[in-house]
């Protein structure tokens, strides 16, 4: 009888939590807004970050000597915040390039990068390292660069399995790659490689341009998707533009989303993202403020 009943009480208690609602994410704050230049200048943003009430932070990892991280993670884990570790390929290394020394050169700078993120404790790797940023052939991806793209990820997803870290590929627009640049494409790509360590992330400004139907493209994606960035239309304060975070929360919920909540913003510090007005009055009090609203959901 005991037994019956504590089984009931907690079909009741999983109904009660499925029709409240309530999501319990840790939230993370990407350092891109304060652009490039990853340097212990930026510890005290860390701590203003983790005063708001953050839980981590994406860094971007460019610079891959393991010195610079060992820093970081001796203030991050003073301070308890996590770190999720980011990087971007550029024009010197382009993982699906016809240049057999170059398509190397990517991967053994995407495996230093994995390096500096085990260094700095992150469990995932986010991010379009598939291929080079702002490189463009003038036409779609051929089978030939496809191919390409597997043989390196599949590489990638050994070497972070090695480090119990898994790859979250981002999809980005098409004004800034050919190879993947919707959830139907990275999704096929990820399935290629076929690999328990390669997955893939959403970044909502991304797919605001891309998506018919964002909460349809995030379900597709299911338990392949292990990391998010709310990133508003405008890439400003969460709440001020026209996505529809609560519309995307709710799918998040609905295909049980277990994973980390993170806010990409930028600014004009960060020149590729070619933003040359004021779109809000600081970095800081767009923290604040896109954390406020994160919470209110």
């Known amino acids: 009888m005991a037994v019956n009943w504590l ?3 907690t ?3 999983i109904f009660i939590i499925h029709l409240t609602g309530k999501m319990n994410h840790k939230l993370g704050m990407n350092l891109l807004l304060w652009g490039t230049e990853m340097d212990e200048s930026l510890f005290p943003i860390l701590d203003q970050i983790k005063t708001i009430g953050y839980d981590a932070v994406e860094i971007p990892i460019f610079d891959t000597n393991e010195t610079t991280w060992r820093k ?26 016809s240049d057999a020394s170059m398509r190397k050169k990517t991967l053994e700078q995407n ?27 003038g036409t779609k991806s051929t089978p030939q660069e496809n191919n390409w793209a597997v043989e390196h990820l599949l590489a990638l997803s050994e070497h972070a399995a090695n480090l119990n870290i898994t790859l979250a590929l981002e999809y980005l627009n098409r004004f800034e790659s050919y190879l993947v640049s919707c959830a139907d494409e990275l999704i096929a790509l990820v399935k ?7 997955k893939m992330m959403l970044d909502t ?15 597709k994606m299911g338990n392949l998707l292990v990391h998010v960035q709310l990133s508003e239309n405008d ?5 001020e533009g026209h996505i529809d975070f609560p519309g995307i929360m709710k799918t998040l919920q609905r295909i049980r989303y277990n994973g980390m909540i993170s806010v990409e913003a ?5 020149s590729a993202a070619n933003i040359w007005r004021p779109l809000f009055e600081n970095e800081i009090q767009l923290t604040k403020d896109s954390y406020k609203f994160l919470k209110a959901l």
């Open 7 to 9: 089984i009931e009480c």
């Open 192 to 198: 290629r490689v076929n690999h328990p360590n390669c």
């Open 235 to 239: 890439r400003g304060t969460l709440g």
């Open 266 to 270: 930028f600014s004009t510090k960060l």
């Open 111 to 137: 495996k230093r990068a994995l390096d500096c993120a085990a260094i700095l404790g992150s469990s995932l790797l986010t991010g379009p390292y598939h291929s080079a940023l702002g490189v463009f052939s």
């Open 11 to 13: 079909k009741k208690l």
């Open 72 to 97: 970081w993670k001796q203030h991050l884990d003073a301070l308890g915040l996590d770190a999720v570790a980011v990087t971007i390929n550029g024009p010197d290394h382009h993982a699906i390039s």
């Open 205 to 219: 400004f991304h797919a605001n341009i891309e998506e018919k139907n964002i909460s349809s493209a995030i379900e």
